[in-house]
């Protein structure tokens, strides 16, 4: 009786039935999606909210509401003279300033409410620093935080024209400014991370395949399934707020997993051809065994990705919404768009083919390759073999012991930049935090006697500490709400900042509290991101929960082995480890950052371990996927597990070395950029994709499972209700010598 077909090689037959439909559409549909990311890309925001409603979101809703004036966005144009220049300059610095108040107040209410600066006379001698170097213009922009940016370009352009006239440095800094910086920041590091990347890419492909026919293939599916997530992102944008940064993750995500499930099914192809079978047969059998083991790792890494968003923090949510999409597309273009390729080209797919790239095997047929020596000589002597290949993770994880989390800021921002530029003058002669101020809102009976009294004490409490300048007090005229704005000579995102607002939190608030009738409440943008630091440690956790869990049941599933799928968490958790600890060596104690081009930081970001995690995770899966089913299969026909394991670290050795040096090469151009943040990001996962190709499959991998043997397949009796679900077949194999029929 005939087996039936499984779905990836029932849906690889009917792309491939209609090659030139199947393409046709896919062209048709990436057109309209990168159309639809052109002209609605702009929803994507540069900064991070909530969705839930944390204390600093909540100030941030009836301040908006209550006192919109408040609520506005406030941005600092800095005016300075060169430090030998100070005394001679002084009139012309005041001259200037009154100059650059006039235009700005020209650009039209349209986009500038107000504009306060030392050429308005009494009261501003606030705005001008002690030593007559600098001077500031407060610029409120119209409309509220939200739209602040659209507002605020006409103001970076006319600050951005006006630096270095008459020899006096004009900067601009604030929320609005920054989310300017960002964009362009993340787009530049984006372009220069594709130069860098997808030339290497495409070399190793090349190398890979010896042809450039094969080798353009999976660039093309990559480039489709980014196109694809890009425009769903984009969608999202119009119901919730989606990060920028969704864009970059897209891209290197989608060059990542879409070269590497192409590569492994195009390399199938190819082999089947060679073996003689026609284009069809060919197609049928990469279908039922490489394409299905590509269903099944995409499904590992969203089940990891899906960790990402259980945080209500839009960062997560954009960043895992938008991997999520990508490889989804990634996975649904290589199951449909590749086997109508196949179709269309049948053997063109060697065009290009390069005389000197050779496969050689041994004479039993079994790959002879670097890998497969290596191998082989690590399960010579496993204990050792296996001791040292954890022990040399356990010691690259050592520094993440001492790895300490906050918020970037502009300290990290690149020096040439206008708010990293405004930032220094205001840190260096007035306060850090006068564009981001902390917001203390006091809600009841004003009138009332305590509540004055202990205003007043408030008020004297606030003086007393250091820490902070008084920058503002409104009242609304019902007499029941105000707001009072204290500045920090520190970054908002700093650790400072954000100790400032848990004591005024812990401290003041509730004596306030006590002793009059009023609720107190503290947020601002230090509040905000307080509240994201503490968001992040509480949810942590519960994220590392559930992906292990999944992760665990799916590999349990699909290997129907307890020790195989233990095994493969705690190799990836090693692999992970190691990472965060090379990750906090080099950009939180700088070792080597300066020589790396890095930007050494005093913290890692806060988000930045749980999304490696979730991205990590999922994709050093793909590798243990590959290579454990073929081990799996090859066991299944002989019952020798050394033999199993030598046979599947060669057969799939040029494929994952392959893979994993295009994802390294694609990180690593994410790292090149000047973003702290995807410096960090892009050197975590470089590392550790190195580290799990190498030291993970090569040593550690066939060293455990030859120390386990036979234990290694060791499923309870219990657990014998679990569904029969295999990855792939060894070619040769049952499900290949079925996709062989016609």
């Not at 300017?180 to 860098?196: N, P």
């Not at 080209?345 to 890998?371: I, N, Q």
């Not at 002597?381 to 001791?387: E, G, K, T």
Request: aromatic share 8%; net charge negative; proline share 4%.
């Amino acid at each position: 009786m005939k087996s039936r077909r499984v779905f990836t090689e029932r849906l690889a037959r009917r792309s491939a039935r209609r090659p030139w439909l199947a393409l046709v559409v896919w062209l048709a549909v990436a057109a309209a999606c990168a159309a639809a990311f052109m002209v609605w890309g702009g929803v994507l925001t540069a900064t991070d909210d909530f969705l839930t409603t944390t204390e600093g979101k909540q100030v941030e809703q009836v301040v908006a509401e209550r006192l919109p004036g408040a609520a506005a966005d406030t941005e600092v144009v800095v005016v300075s003279t060169p430090a030998d220049q100070t005394g001679a300059a002084g009139n012309a610095l005041k001259r200037r300033v009154r100059e650059l108040a006039e235009s700005i107040v020209a650009i039209g209410p349209a986009d500038v409410v107000a504009v306060r600066s030392v050429a308005d006379g009494k009261g501003t001698e606030a705005l001008l620093s002690n030593d007559g170097r600098s001077a500031l213009i407060l610029v409120t922009l119209a409309g509220d935080a939200s739209d602040a940016e659209a507002h605020a370009k006409p103001l970076y352009d006319l600050v951005r024209e006006a630096d270095g006239r008459d020899g006096l440095a004009v900067a601009v800094t604030g929320g609005a400014t920054w989310g300017l910086e960002v964009r362009e920041l993340a787009a530049s590091d984006l372009r220069r991370g594709e130069l860098i990347g997808v030339p290497i890419a495409i070399v190793i492909l090349v190398l890979v395949f010896g042809a450039v026919a094969a080798a353009l293939i999976p660039l093309a599916l990559a480039v489709v399934a980014i196109l694809v997530a890009l425009a769903l992102t984009v969608a999202m944008g119009a119901w919730f707020e989606v990060s920028v940064f969704a864009v970059n993750i897209v891209t290197v995500m989608g060059l990542a997993v879409g070269i590497d499930y192409s590569l492994l099914i195009v390399s199938r192809f190819r082999e089947e051809r060679q073996a003689g079978r026609d284009v069809g047969r060919a197609l049928a059998s990469a279908a039922a065994t490489a394409s299905r083991a590509v269903f099944f790792s995409g499904g590992i890494v969203v089940l990891a990705l899906t960790g990402m968003l259980i945080v209500p923090y839009s960062i997560f949510t954009s960043l895992g919404a938008g991997a999520i999409f990508v490889v989804v597309a990634a996975v649904v273009a290589a199951l449909t768009l590749l086997p109508a390729a196949f179709r269309l080209m049948g053997d063109r797919v060697d065009w290009g083919t390069l005389p000197f790239v050779r496969r050689r095997a041994t004479p039993e047929g079994e790959p002879d390759s670097f890998w497969t020596r290596a191998a082989r000589a690590m399960m010579r002597r496993p204990l050792i073999a296996c001791l040292v290949g954890c022990g040399v993770l356990v010691l690259l994880s050592v520094p993440l012991f001492g790895m300490k989390t906050g918020m970037g800021g502009l300290d990290e921002f690149p020096d040439d930049t206008s708010a990293k530029q405004a930032y220094t003058v205001l840190k260096r002669d007035f306060s850090a935090g006068l564009g981001s101020p902390i917001l203390v809102t006091f809600e009841g009976d004003l009138s009332d006697p305590r509540t004055q009294a202990l205003l007043k004490r408030a008020d004297a409490l606030v003086q007393e500490d250091e820490r902070f300048a008084i920058v503002g007090y409104e009242a609304a005229p019902e007499g029941d709400f105000a707001v009072l704005q204290l500045a920090v000579n520190a970054d908002a995102t700093s650790g400072a900042a954000m100790d400032a607002v848990r004591d005024l939190r812990q401290d003041v608030a509730p004596m306030v509290e006590a002793m009059a009738p009023v609720e107190v409440h503290v947020g601002g943008v230090p509040g905000l991101y307080t509240d994201a630091i503490d968001m992040i440690e509480t949810f942590t956790p519960w994220v590392i929960g559930v992906v292990l869990a999944l992760s665990f049941l799916l590999l349990l599933v699909a290997f129907r082995s307890l020790v195989v799928a233990i095994q493969a968490i705690v190799w990836n958790l090693l692999s992970v480890g190691a990472s965060y600890g090379l990750v906090t060596l080099v950009f939180q104690e700088g070792f080597g950052a300066e020589v790396l081009g890095f930007t050494q930081v005093e913290r890692i970001l806060a988000w930045l371990p749980l999304l490696m995690f979730c991205v990590l995770f999922g994709l050093s899966m793909d590798y243990h996927i590959f290579l454990l089913s073929r081990i799996r299969e090859h066991y299944d026909q002989s019952g020798d597990t050394s033999e199993a394991v030598i046979f599947g670290v060669g057969s799939t050795a040029g494929i994952i070395t392959g893979a994993a040096a295009i994802m390294v090469a694609v990180f690593a151009g994410m790292a090149m950029g000047d973003l702290s943040m995807f410096q960090q990001l892009g050197f975590g996962l470089a590392v550790a994709i190195a580290i799990d190709a190498t030291i993970v499959r090569t040593v550690i991998v066939p060293s455990a499972m030859t120390l386990f043997g036979r234990a290694c397949w060791y499923l309870p009796h219990w657990l014998g209700w679990l569904p029969r679900v295999r990855v792939g077949e060894a070619v040769g194999g049952r499900a290949a010598k079925e996709a062989a029929r016609p």
